[in-house]
């Protein structure tokens, strides 16, 4: 594959990551509000809801909201990320090759 057609190709996934980050909370939302119900069970000796909807959705659009920021973030950045990551790579690699010249035996003269 050329160059330009790669490039296109990076494009459309980005794309496509985006979209299903947003989307994918959004589908869970509406099949979990499709719900015929306007409490979950109460407890049955206090009477009280156990998990009133409010505050499901309280951390339900929080937690959301929160990972698809993250992920569409390092969506965006992913060339970024894999610069940082090739580079603290590499240089962990050598550290690590002499730390390990350094545990062999001396050669013979």
Do not use: C
């Amino acid at each position: 594959m050329d160059h330009h057609a790669e490039r296109v190709q990076e494009k459309i996934m980005l794309v496509f990551t985006v979209v299903t980050t947003i989307f994918l909370p959004l589908s869970f939302m509406s099949s979990f509000f499709a719900l015929q119900i306007a409490a979950f069970p109460r407890d049955s000796v206090s009477g009280q809801v156990n998990r009133p909807i409010e505050k499901l959705l309280r951390y339900f659009v929080g937690i959301s909201l929160s990972i698809s920021i993250l992920l569409i973030l390092i969506a965006f950045n992913v060339q970024v990320l894999a610069i940082v990551w090739d580079t603290l790579r590499s240089e962990h690699m050598v550290g690590l090759a002499i730390r390990l010249t350094k545990l062999l035996p001396d050669s013979p003269k």
